[in-house]
């Protein structure tokens, strides 16, 4: 098919050295900075060192499972997807070449979904790298047993399959982006906006909300995409079989609002003498149904990209 023409010219262009190991330094940077930290942190009167071997496991995961959603496989590919997709048509527009590319023997489809396809084959392979060099990192740091780094790695198919999942998504509304707007600074910034939103907004929205009856009342639940995306993550992690310990729930509810956000100093049971084996699991919406909202919502975006270019008069 012809957009496999312009699919591997996109790809050879992606593959930069530069690029790439600018992108797997900005990946791995986070993860061995929260290593070392996490290392010279108390934990009430114990150490990581001083902890037994379960609780090691449980914490080491932890932080993993929470670096991988915030970082590895979070913000930098989301920036990555906006830099890259929100760049692939505004900027032929811009310089004049989509003129050249449109009356060549390809239809304009095509060119997005070369694009778009050059972006996730890229993406995906410098995340699988990243990922490996940044479960290495924290096995190196941390300094800690093979049996959790195993279970990091039997962790690592569910995080592969998110990042994908956030390539597809965040890539394909990028695109869209890309092919509705002719000016590629303000589409990048439009798309940088939409990303602070996300990741940030609806956290600030639904804190307020939440405790006056707002956020359910009014189907505030329904649009937060900030939820969904935490909510198909969740769904990712326990396909994998590995349980979320309280602290960790706590901070993905936090960021999420997946979980019932209790304040660290409260996750202790008076009644049980320890922390509860899970918080509550705020079930607005099951896991399935976030990942198809967002799975239409960036599919959406990217059908209208198409349409806006096929109508488009290209001078």
Not at 105 to 129: C, H, M, N, Q, T
Not at 266 to 273: R, S
């Given at each position: 098919m012809r957009f496999q023409v312009i699919m591997s010219k996109t790809?050879?262009?992606?593959?930069?050295?530069?690029?790439?190991?600018?992108?797997?330094?900005?990946?791995?940077?986070?993860?061995?900075?929260?290593?070392m930290l996490?290392?010279?942190?108390?934990?009430?009167?114990?150490?990581?060192?001083?902890?037994?071997l379960a609780m090691q496991n449980q914490m080491v995961l932890g932080f993993f499972m929470i670096m991988s959603f915030m970082w590895i496989a979070g913000i930098p590919l989301v920036l990555l997807a906006i830099v890259t997709c929100g760049d692939s048509i505004s900027k032929e527009?811009?310089?004049?070449?989509?003129?050249?590319?449109?009356?060549?023997?390809?239809?304009?489809?095509?060119?997005?979904?070369?694009?778009?396809?050059?972006?996730?084959?890229?993406?995906?392979?410098?995340?699988?790298?990243?990922?490996?060099i940044s479960a290495l990192v924290i096995f190196?740091?941390?300094?800690?047993?093979?049996?959790?780094?195993?279970?990091?790695?039997?962790?690592?198919?569910?995080?592969?399959?998110?990042?994908?999942?956030?390539?597809?998504?965040?890539?394909?509304?990028?695109?869209?982006?890309?092919?509705?707007?002719?000016?590629?600074?303000?589409?990048?910034?439009t798309l940088a906006g939409i990303t602070i939103l996300i990741f940030f907004g609806f956290m600030v929205i639904r804190t307020w909300t939440e405790p006056l009856g707002i956020y359910e009342d009014y189907g505030l639940n329904n649009i937060d995409v900030n939820y969904h995306l935490g909510n198909s993550y969740v769904l990712f992690i326990q396909s994998s079989g590995t349980r979320i310990m309280p602290i960790y729930q706590g901070i993905l509810g936090t960021f999420t609002g997946t979980y019932d956000a209790t304040e660290?100093?409260?996750?202790?049971?008076?009644?049980?003498?320890?922390?509860?084996?899970?918080?509550?699991?705020?079930?607005?919406?099951?896991?399935?149904?976030?990942?198809?909202?967002?799975?239409i919502l960036a599919s959406l975006a990217l059908i209208l990209g198409i349409l806006k270019l096929e109508r488009k008069e290209i001078t």
């Open positions: 790809l050879k262009d992606l593959f930069s050295i530069k690029r790439s190991i600018l992108f797997l330094i900005t990946i791995t940077a986070i993860p061995l900075i929260g290593a996490f290392m010279e942190s108390d934990f009430g009167e114990l150490t990581l060192a001083s902890m037994t527009q811009q310089d004049g070449t989509l003129l050249v590319l449109v009356s060549k023997p390809v239809r304009r489809y095509e060119i997005v979904i070369g694009k778009f396809l050059a972006f996730i084959i890229s993406a995906i392979l410098l995340e699988v790298i990243a990922l490996l190196s740091v941390m300094d800690i047993d093979i049996f959790i780094f195993n279970n990091i790695l039997g962790l690592m198919p569910s995080v592969f399959f998110y990042s994908l999942f956030v390539v597809f998504i965040f890539g394909a509304i990028a695109t869209g982006f890309s092919s509705l707007f002719k000016n590629r600074i303000k589409t990048i910034i660290v100093e409260n996750l202790f049971d008076d009644d049980i003498g320890a922390m509860p084996p899970s918080l509550e699991e705020k079930d607005y919406t099951s896991p399935p149904v976030s990942m198809l909202i967002w799975i």
